[in-house]
Nanobody, 116 residues
Framework: QVQLVESGGGLVQPGGSLRLSCTAS????????MAWYRQAPGKEREWVAS????????IYADSVKGRFTISRDNARNTVYLQMNSLKAEDTAVYSC?????????WGQGTQVTVSS
C-alpha cells in the first residue's frame, strides 16, 4: 500500500522558518521523482519545487526561489522542504507528490500558516 505522510507544518511568524517532511512507503522511493505543491484557500494548487531521482536535480517556482530548499534522503524514504524567510503569502496546505513510472501518488497535506 502506497503512503505519503507529510509532517512539520504549523504556525510561524513572518520571516521564520519551517522544515516539512514527507515520508514514503509502498514503492521504490529512490526511483521516484518527488515534488512539493501547495494550495491556499480559494486558490488553485501551485507547484513549489521538484527533485529528481538519481542525480537529485532540483527546480523551484519563482515565488520560492532563494527561500525554499528541497532535498531527499533515500535511506529514509523522505523528501524535505526547508522553508526560510516565510511570508504571509506562503500560507497554504503543502502536499508532496511522487512520480514513479506511470504512477503518481499524493500525500494528505500539512498546513502552514504564516502570521504574526
Amino acid at each position: 500500500q502506497v503512503q505519503l505522510v507529510e509532517s512539520g507544518g504549523g504556525l510561524v511568524q513572518p520571516g521564520g522558518s519551517l522544515r516539512l517532511s514527507c515520508t514514503a512507503s509502498g514503492f521504490p522511493f529512490r526511483f521516484a521523482d518527488m515534488a512539493w505543491y501547495r494550495q491556499a484557500p480559494g486558490k488553485e494548487r501551485e507547484w513549489v519545487a521538484s527533485i529528481t531521482s538519481g542525480s537529485g536535480s532540483t527546480i523551484y517556482a519563482d515565488s520560492v526561489k532563494g527561500r525554499f530548499t528541497i532535498s531527499r534522503d533515500n535511506a529514509r524514504n523522505t523528501v524535505y522542504l526547508q522553508m526560510n524567510s516565510l511570508k504571509a503569502e506562503d500560507t497554504a496546505v503543502y502536499s508532496c507528490k511522487a512520480h514513479w513510472g506511470r504512477s503518481e501518488y499524493w500525500g494528505q497535506g500539512t498546513q502552514v500558516t504564516v502570521s504574526s
